[in-house]
């Protein structure tokens, strides 16, 4: 039988039908993470936050493009293949590609306009093609496998799981710095008094402009001399949308901590929020005088 080439415009039909399918399957494994962002987008406490580059859910999420680099792993047919009746086969044997080859050739979708381009004028070979040894041709039914290999689609999916791990460690490792730089305090060493004669001074010097809300631990692990406080100012206007307006409010709210707490006496931060009906604004002062080796 003749084997019949595909052209351009179907394939790039293909890849952008594909590209929007599996992108919608890959962002329903963020689901679960962006309902926990929004659950707690308004909740402000006196933990220490860094950036999250991916977010706690963010090893759920990357199920969605492992399954993304596993698209034509069932008989080197995608969703848009199917419907476009193609097929991906290995270009030496004429045989269905297998699903490691289709995870190799599928990792280049990361270079998509590239490979838009090379499709252009290679309908049947983009980059991925070539280095996984596949091509794409019109759907042939006497190619198609009767029986589904689940063994080999597993561990394909597995692998393209690994590899999306491994493109993520350098990210997890800079979350790792962020987040080692936050200060450790003892648990046992919360001074609730040192907390509420701080909230009086600010109530009492500036109740009308703000809401005050204090935590003290008397120790911290690095270092049992130093305290850590944390402050939390709920402001009545907005202090928080100018640099002009911020520093105002740093200059009566820093001081005043500093007459409770004298520098290099503590260690902590002070969280500045404006909350209105279905919106927030928060900046943080980090307040730290330790030497930085």
């Known amino acids: 039988m003749t084997e019949q080439k595909t052209n ?26 962006m309902i926990s962002g929004f659950s707690t987008a308004f909740e402000v406490s006196h933990e220490q936050t860094s950036p999250d580059i991916f977010g ?19 008989n080197g047919r995608s969703i848009a293949k199917r419907a476009l009746k193609l097929q991906v086969i290995e270009n030496s044997s004429g045989r269905v590609a297998s699903p490691v080859k289709c995870i190799v050739r599928n990792i280049f979708c990361i270079l998509w306009p590239i490979e838009v381009i090379v499709t252009l004028t290679s309908p049947s070979r983009r980059i991925g093609d070539m280095v996984a040894g596949t091509r794409v041709v019109l759907f042939n039914p006497e ?126 931060q002070i969280k500045y929020v404006y909350q209105q009906p279905g919106s927030m604004q928060t900046r943080t002062l980090p307040l730290d005088w330790r030497k930085k080796e």
């Open 143 to 268: 190619l198609e496998e009767q029986k589904i290999n689940y063994g080999q689609i597993g561990l394909s999916i597995i692998l393209a799981y690994g590899i999306m791990v491994l493109v993520m460690l350098p990210f997890e490792s800079l979350n790792s710095k962020m987040t080692s730089n936050q200060v450790s305090y003892v648990e046992s060493s919360l001074n609730e008094n040192a907390a509420n004669e701080t909230v009086q001074l600010f109530t009492d010097s500036l109740g009308t402009t703000l809401n005050p809300d204090v935590r003290v631990y008397d120790q911290i692990e690095e270092n049992t001399d130093l305290k850590y406080v944390s402050v939390i100012l709920r402001l009545n206007q907005n202090y928080l949308e100018n640099d002009i307006d911020y520093e105002q409010i740093k200059s009566a709210t820093v001081p005043l901590l500093l007459t409770k707490f004298p520098e290099e006496t503590f260690v902590g």
């Open 56 to 74: 706690g859910l963010s090893y759920f999420g990357l199920i969605g493009f492992a399954l993304y680099f596993c698209k034509d792993s069932i």
């Open 8 to 33: 351009a415009g179907t394939r790039i039909g293909s890849m952008l039908l594909d590209h929007i399918a599996m992108t919608f399957i890959a962002m329903i494994f963020f689901i679960p993470g």
